[in-house]
């Protein structure tokens, strides 16, 4: 899947003068080199590596991959090494050594590993929130206003400072001390929320946390649809869940997401039975059925338009490629 003409790309430089860009890149060398070399000597595996304290994950791919749909959660990724680009509603973001993302909403996304080799591997971790954390990080009266952002979706991708990767740091570096993590980790959350809050970025963490927040209510839906994608889909449904008109939750939707609902169950749909068909070896009428579509051609349509290619021969090519990527490592 590769972006279309025309797709507007969002690197770490765009708005920035280059004086500006060089001076932030040198600040973010040393940090990044040492969580770079954290993450590396704690990922014995290619891919995602659980650890030990709780909502954290580490990432190591060490080659480009073709786009694939992914989820995010309400978290937030820190890029240490390497690059990724996210796309989601028609918009690309490069995240690069130095960025994070920061996602406050779940959102399917189309993700690619564009710069990774086996001696510079893309190197990221994520940490996901405890949204009743975020919101009472936010509701605290002393914290300082952040920017406004110019974008009201639920994903956004920002430059990082280096106060906010040393936290990272100390977040892998608890792992390997489990009797701390208990009382360490929850701090180094709050922390690391307080910092996200202090960038434009922010700004998305702080509308989905504020109560009666319009966009809290869209959340609402977006989290309903998430769990129950395969059920049949009623716009009527989901404006009595976000407590909003039908078309005042169309509006609201794409705003935060960048795509109509039944665009987006449709890429939670196909994401699924994607999964199944790789990971559990279902074929395209098993998947199709089990991911809530009655119909397995509109289903093979459907897939083939999105993905580039039938549902059983995708899956196999991924498998493929999923077993070379081990091979090289």
């Known amino acids: 899947m590769t972006p279309s003409t025309g797709t507007r790309v969002t690197t770490q430089t765009t708005t920035q003068d280059p004086t500006r860009a ?24 290619t891919g995602r590596n659980q650890t030990s304290v709780p909502g954290l994950m580490l990432f190591r791919q ?23 680009r996210i796309t989601i509603g028609g918009a690309d973001y490069l995240c690069r050594a130095g960025s994070f993302l920061v996602a406050s909403v779940d959102l399917p996304v189309q993700s690619q590993i564009v ?14 929130f405890d949204m009743k954390t975020v919101r009472d990080v936010v ?13 009201r979706r639920g994903l956004a991708v920002g430059h990082a400072t280096a106060e906010l990767i040393r936290v990272g740091l ?36 702080r509308a989905i946390a504020t109560a009666g927040n319009i966009s809290q209510r869209t959340a609402k839906v977006i989290a309903w649809l998430s769990a129950h994608y395969a059920s049949p889909l ?11 008109g039908v078309s005042t939750l169309h509006h609201q939707f794409r705003a935060l997401t960048g795509m109509s609902p039944l665009q987006f169950q449709k890429q939670l749909r196909l994401k699924t039975a994607r999964e199944r068909m790789v990971n559990d070896g279902l074929d395209a009428t098993r998947a199709a059925f089990e991911v809530g579509y009655e119909s397995v051609s509109q289903f093979n349509r459907e897939y083939s338009r999105f993905f580039g290619q039938p549902p059983m021969r995708d ?5 493929e490629g999923m077993q070379r990527v081990t091979d090289a490592a």
């Open 315 to 319: 899956a196999r090519l991924l498998r």
């Open 22 to 45: 060089k001076t932030r890149a040198a600040q973010l060398a040393s940090p990044c080199a040492e969580l770079a070399e954290a993450i590396a000597a704690r990922t014995p595996l």
């Open 170 to 205: 100390r977040l892998v570096q608890l792992a390997d001390h489990p009797e701390e993590i208990s009382f360490f980790r929850p701090l180094l959350e709050r922390e690391l929320i307080y910092r996200i809050l202090q960038t434009p970025q922010g700004e998305r963490l």
């Open 139 to 151: 509701s605290r009266e002393e914290l300082p206003t952040s920017v406004p952002a110019t974008e």
């Open 115 to 128: 710069e990774a080799t086996p001696a510079k591997p893309q190197l990221s971790l994520r940490l996901l």
């Open 62 to 84: 060490v080659a480009p991959s073709i786009c694939h749909l992914a989820s995010v959660e309400p978290g937030v990724t820190l890029f240490a090494q390497g690059g990724k």
């Open 234 to 244: 009623r716009m009527e449904t989901l404006a009595e869940i976000a407590h909003m």
